[in-house]
T-cell receptor
Framework: KNEVEQSPQNLTAQEGEFITINCSYS?????LHWLQQHPGGGIVSLFM???GKKKHGRLIATINIQEKHSSLHITASHPRDSAVYIC???????????FGTGTRLQVFP | DVKVTQSSRYLVKRTGEKVFLECVQD?????MFWYRQDPGLGLRLIYF???????EKGDIPEGYSVSREKKERFSLILESASTNQTSMYLC??????????????FGPGTRLTVT
């Protein structure tokens, strides 16, 4: 069983819809990361958070430490949001990241 | 801006060839990582280096070796390429967690095909 579980694996949406991607993890962490990968492209970091909520433009990331769960929300989705979104966690005793398998999002006009 | 560059975007090699994948970062990061990414499996760590000449095996080191002679450069070596090493290879770098930064910065990836 992967230490980091994402859902759903695939997601399609119409332009303008509100989107939620979920991530759960099994043990205590030092931080949770949300990453984005466009087709054929490299990976960019969207958020790194250890508590509460962060917002950047139309993207919002939340984390609930007690429930070991995080969500990534996209408001007013757009076709350019189509990408793979990856959740990853880091632990206190290592600089390595543990990755989820990703959520493939397609937003249609 | 942090920049992580990889030597090739696409590479085609024959079974049995020795393959070198190069990664360079310009942010004086201590940590460098090599991952492979396969559909349905996500990112898997091959090797990790936390300092020059220091390395640590990741989850799938078999068939791979690495070299870090300079802080900015981390090389992945496939000693004898096999078809099951066809994959996307991604390099990343980060500061030490103790310095407050464990965000990883990724290169554009190298799509390797072994025929």
């Amino acid at each position: 069983k992967n230490e980091v579980e994402q859902s759903p694996q695939n997601l399609t949406a119409q332009e303008g819809e509100f989107i939620t991607i979920n991530c759960s993890y099994s043990v205590g962490i030092s931080a949770l990361h949300w990453l984005q990968q466009h087709p054929g492209g490299g990976i960019v970091s969207l958020f790194m958070l250890s508590s509460g909520k962060k917002k950047h433009g139309r993207l919002i990331a939340t984390i609930n430490i007690q429930e070991k769960h995080s969500s990534l929300h996209i408001t007013a989705s757009h076709p350019r949001d189509s990408a793979v979104y990856i959740c990853a966690v880091s632990y206190y005793n290592t600089d390595k990241l543990i990755f989820g398998t990703g959520t493939r999002l397609q937003v249609f006009p | 801006d942090v920049k992580v560059t990889q030597s090739s975007r696409y590479l085609v090699k024959r079974t049995g060839e020795k393959v070198f994948l190069e990664c360079v970062q310009d942010m004086d990061h201590e940590n460098m990582f090599w991952y492979r990414q396969d559909p349905g499996l996500g990112l898997r760590l091959i090797y990790f280096s936390y300092d020059v000449k220091m390395k640590e095996k990741g989850d799938i080191p078999e068939g791979y070796s690495v070299s870090r002679e300079k802080k900015e450069r981390f090389s992945l070596i496939l000693e004898s390429a096999s078809t099951n090493q066809t994959s996307m290879y991604l390099c990343a770098s980060s500061s030490l967690q103790g310095k407050g930064g464990y965000e990883q910065y990724f290169g554009p990836g190298t799509r390797l095909t072994v025929t």
